[in-house]
């Protein structure tokens, strides 16, 4: 049997060359068999087991949100304030859809995108922020019902308006930044066909 030659192979253009690399990791790959271990299954299977704790941990990061607005409330809107509460919105949006919330995540970023791009923080309307976590709190709270999805969309729509409106008028002095904010995000949307 005559061996494979393992040097990368070379295709030459006019202005450039391809080189593609020798496939060296399929000698090193087999099929699986039944009865193998499926880290994918084991993966799920401790997320099943964490589930009835999901409820608990997003009422958590719920409260630690509202934290965050007390001291708002308290101290005033300024880089420390506006980071705590900035960090409670972007766990909520990071893990909304893990803990069994996905409705969560567009009220979470809103948030996370007033916070973040709002060039002079002290300008940033409470109660603006009032209303954002007072919804997230409410679609937290209300999830098992039957209505939630279409209540919560409605939230993240009106609320998603309202924060895009301020940060183009709060922007409007940097057209070039606003453009770059209001590129559509990378992330699909939720319910969005995979």
């Given at each position: 049997m005559r061996k494979k030659d393992s040097s990368p192979?070379?295709?030459t253009?006019?202005?450039h060359e391809v080189i593609t690399p020798p496939h060296k990791l399929r000698h090193a790959v087999r099929a699986a068999e039944d009865g193998d271990d499926d880290p994918v299954a084991r993966a799920e299977a401790a997320l099943a087991q964490l589930a009835s704790e999901f409820d608990t941990w997003m009422h958590a990061e719920c409260?630690?949100?509202e934290a965050g607005r007390q001291n708002i409330i308290r101290q005033g809107l300024s880089e420390k304030t506006c980071r705590e509460l900035f960090r409670a919105a972007h766990d909520i949006r990071g893990e909304a859809a893990t803990f069994g919330f996905p409705a969560l995540s567009g009220i979470a970023e809103s948030l996370c995108r007033l916070l973040e791009h709002t060039p002079e923080l002290a300008r940033i309307p409470l109660k603006l922020v009032?209303?954002?976590v007072d919804a997230l709190r409410a679609v937290a709270r209300e999830y098992h019902?039957?209505?939630l999805a279409a209540v919560a969309g409605q939230l993240t729509n009106r609320l998603s308006a309202v924060t895009e409106e301020f940060l183009r008028h709060e922007n409007s002095f940097?057209?070039?930044y606003l453009?770059?904010?209001s590129?559509?995000?990378l992330a699909p949307a939720a319910g969005a066909a995979q």
């Open positions: 192979s070379v295709a253009y006019a202005d409260e630690r949100l009032d209303q954002h019902r039957s209505d940097r057209p070039d453009e770059s904010i590129s559509p995000s």
